[in-house]
T-cell receptor
Framework: NAGVTQTPKFRILKIGQSMTLQCTQD?????MYWYRQDPGMGLKLIYY???????DKGEVPNGYNVSRSTTEDFPLRLELAAPSQTSVYFC????????????FGSGTRLTVV | AQTVTQSQPEMSVQEAETVTLSCTYD???????LFWYKQPPSRQMILVIR??????QNATENRFSVNFQKAAKSFSLKISDSQLGDAAMYFC??????????FGTGTRLQVTL
């Protein structure tokens, strides 16, 4: 099925470990985004990309890195995990033509202990 | 920077009744979109309704409608004939530059029998 695929769905990290959250979309969307959602809060933008090879910081980029080597993939890298990065992470992409809208992945629940 | 404000952390409605969720936003743009998203316990982000600012007519999707007041920068969501399945977090969102979505902090809707 077409959409945004995020892996893994759940992960527990120890403080100081690193990991990559994967995000893939098969809709040929140029715009892709990474958000984090802390308990009881709205989503906050970490990084975004307007096309392959182009990335930029969002509201809360510290402790994260991204890359966009292809249109389909937009991985989020966590270096030196900290408890403050315990959150649910969402990847999203935006339709550029026709009906204006966004497609969200199902989220990754990350716990740093 | 754009801001989106949801002033009702929690709301409760009886089944079959009507409830209105409030949202205000700040922008200097004249043409834009606004969104309401529903997030059930599954945490999936589900688009409820979309409004285009240049359209005078308020958007409607079945039991969901909006009251869009452009001059007041207000975008409230009305849910009619509430159902148990409507219980969820509801987020108002505004896409700014590069279509980056800014979310409100959300309103938790409870539906009682």
């Amino acid at each position: 099925n077409a959409g945004v695929t995020q892996t893994p769905k759940f992960r527990i990290l120890k403080i100081g470990q690193s990991m990559t959250l994967q995000c893939t979309q098969d809709m040929n969307h140029n715009y892709m985004y990474w958000y984090r959602q802390d308990p009881g809060m709205g989503l906050k933008l970490i990084y975004y990309s307007v096309g392959a090879g182009i990335t930029d910081k969002g509201e809360v980029p510290n402790g994260y890195n991204v890359s966009r080597s292809t249109t389909e993939d937009f991985p989020l890298r966590l270096e030196l995990a900290a408890p403050s990065q315990t959150s649910v992470y969402f990847c999203a992409s935006r339709t550029g033509t026709g009906s204006y809208g966004y497609t969200f992945g199902s989220g990754t629940r990350l716990t740093v202990v | 920077a754009q801001t989106v404000t949801q002033s009702q952390p929690e709301m409760s409605v009886q089944e079959a009744e009507t409830v209105t969720l409030s949202c205000t936003y700040d922008t200097s743009e004249s043409d834009y979109y606004l969104f309401w998203y529903k997030q059930p316990p599954s945490r999936q982000m589900i688009l409820v309704i979309r409004q285009e600012a240049y359209k005078q007519q308020n958007a409607t999707e079945n039991r969901f409608s909006v009251n869009f007041q452009k001059a007041a920068k207000s975008f409230s969501l009305k849910i009619s004939d509430s159902q148990l399945g409507d219980a969820a977090m509801y987020f108002c969102a505004y896409p700014g530059t590069a279509s980056k979505l800014t979310f409100g902090t959300g309103t938790r809707l409870q539906v009682t029998l």
